[in-house]
Nanobody, 124 residues
Framework: QVSLVESGGASVQAGGSLRLSCAVSGVSFSIYCMGWFRQAPGKERERVATITGDQRTAYAEAVNGRFTIYKDNTKSLLYLQMNNLEPDDTAMYYC??????????????????WGQGTQVTVSS
């Protein structure tokens, strides 16, 4: 059974940094695409960053150059390092996993497994 548990969300001032963590179980990092998504109040959920089983990463334009997604295979942890945070980064952040990458070579449009989320609030 897949379990994804996020942590690390907090309230910070603009320009600050946070690192989100996602404790993962029931997922093989080598065959899953892992991702971070976010949803702000009144807005649709958006994809922030993804990392494939072979370590290929992709970022939303809004965070490219500021955020870094990476994983620790030995600890089954997925991370999102967020630097130079902006008020527009305020949202609930979700960790997600999907196995279809192993079969298609691409991260899915809709991920299968989701965590409960962790709140990030950035004040100006």
């Amino acid at each position: 059974q897949v379990s994804l548990v996020e942590s690390g969300g907090a309230s910070v001032q603009a320009g600050g940094s946070l690192r989100l963590s996602c404790a993962v179980s029931g997922v093989s990092f080598s065959i899953y695409c892992m991702g971070w998504f976010r949803q702000a109040p009144g807005k649709e959920r958006e994809r922030v960053a993804t990392i494939t089983g072979d370590q290929r990463t992709a970022y939303a334009e809004a965070v490219n150059g500021r955020f870094t997604i990476y994983k620790d295979n030995t600890k089954s942890l997925l991370y999102l390092q967020m630097n130079n945070l902006e008020p527009d980064d305020t949202a609930m952040y979700y960790c997600a996993a999907d196995p279809s990458w192993y079969y298609t070579g691409n991260c899915a449009t809709t991920f299968r497994n989701w965590g409960q989320g962790t709140q990030v609030t950035v004040s100006s």
